[in-house]
Antibody
Framework: QVQLVQSGAEVKKPGASVKVSCKAS????????IHWVRQAPGQGLEWMGW????????NFAQKFQGRVTMTRDTSISTAYMELSRLTFDDTAVYYC???????????????WGQGTLVTVSS | QSALTQPASVSGSPGQSITISCTGS?????????VSWYQQHPDKAPKLIIYDVSRRPSGVSNRFSGSKSGNTASLTISGLQGEDGADYYC??????????FGGGTKLTVL
């Protein structure tokens, strides 16, 4: 069955970077776009961007341009999201999610990872 | 890109029907059929319940239905059950080639 398993919780200081991984199983990582979505404590969902694991192409929300990097390692079926220059407002649960369309993006996600809590604290 | 507008909360009794609205603009909801709805229980990942405005993924109850009129999409849940109590989020593709979420609606089953 399709599963996305994310890396564990992180605590970072302001100004640092964090890299979250998302390992796919039960399907080919290169067949489906991966989206990243975050949720601050008690708040709603916020789309950050996507990566096409086949080509490495990315598309980011304007808010995160210049601060987010999305990569993948197809040899281990894993996608990564790295966020730099962290501030307290970046404290959130970060989710990876698979686009439901094969070979392209339909801008909607069917399978989600379990989430990774990133806490920014001095 | 501003978030789509959803009511903060709705409530209903078991067996009743409720509708959650999601209002955007011609640049998102009104311009594309890439509108989806997610259900999220506390401390859980979101679950896709409606995609492409009105289509249901396999395994999702037919008590959930979606529709769209102009710039507003709607999620209707019929025959409310206790387990339906959760947060619900709409999303849409936008003309900026991004995805925007609604602010979320908390459904309370009385």
């Amino acid at each position: 069955q399709v599963q996305l398993v994310q890396s564990g919780a992180e605590v970072k200081k302001p100004g640092a970077s964090v890299k979250v991984s998302c390992k796919a199983s039960g399907y080919s990582l290169t067949g489906y776009y991966i989206h990243w979505v975050r949720q601050a404590p008690g708040q709603g969902l916020e789309w950050m961007g996507w990566i096409n694991p086949n080509s490495g192409d990315t598309n980011f929300a304007q808010k995160f341009q210049g601060r987010v990097t999305m990569t993948r390692d197809t040899s281990i079926s894993t996608a990564y999201m790295e966020l730099s220059r962290l501030t307290f407002d970046d404290t959130a649960v970060y989710y990876c999610a698979r686009d439901y369309c094969s070979g392209g993006t339909c801008h909607q996600c069917d399978y989600w990872g379990q989430g990774t809590l990133v806490t920014v604290s001095s | 890109q501003s978030a789509l507008t959803q009511p903060a909360s709705v409530s209903g009794s078991p067996g009743q029907s409720i509708t959650i609205s999601c209002t955007g603009s011609t640049s998102d909801v009104g311009g594309y059929n890439f509108v989806s709805w997610y259900q999220q229980h506390p401390d859980k990942a979101p679950k896709l319940i409606i995609y492409d405005v009105s289509r249901r993924p396999s395994g999702v109850s037919n008590r959930f239905s979606g529709s769209k009129s102009g710039n507003t999409a709607s999620l209707t849940i019929s025959g409310l059950q206790g387990e339906d109590g959760a947060d619900y989020y709409c999303t849409s593709y936008t003309s900026s080639t991004t995805i925007v979420f609604g602010g979320g609606t908390k459904l309370t089953v009385l």
